[in-house]
């Protein structure tokens, strides 16, 4: 059982103050849970961030099927999320999410575990959703890259 799960978003962070974070909370494993593991952001595209990643030490896994459809994406760029709740509830009824939920508890049971996406605000994110229902008991800690000043 996890005891303890950490999570990220890269919405205002550079990659290397996202490493930075997850090297200081002692990340062992960075579980990219977004649906498309690409952006518009320098450095957070999956083989960009991957590799990077792996540099600093850090394993590197992608959960596709963890990630919010576009309906999803869309109600939370808009803060609806009601309809961002309800569309992934039901992506997580999924059988392929399913799987991907049992691989990452079983990995998050072994290896110090951060969640990332790009949402800054956990709280109004699928991380939270997925912590809700996949690590009820889990201790949360939400990371924030600190930026240059």
Known sequence: MTKQLTTIGYAHATQNALIA?????????????????????????????????????????????????????????????????????????????????????ALAAEKRTCLLCYCGEAEKCHRSLLIEHGFPQAEVVHLHPQLPT
């Open 21 to 105: 974070a997850l090297r200081e909370a002692e990340i062992e494993l960075l579980a990219d849970i977004r649906a498309l593991p690409l952006s518009r952001r320098a450095g957070f595209s999956k083989n960009s961030l991957k590799a990077a990643v792996e540099e600093a030490g850090i394993a590197y896994a992608h959960f596709k099927h963890l990630g919010t459809p576009k309906e999803g994406r869309d109600a939370a760029r808009k803060g609806d999320y009601a309809t961002l709740r309800r569309v992934y509830e039901g992506q997580l009824e999924l059988p392929e999410a399913l799987a991907q939920m049992a691989e990452i508890q």
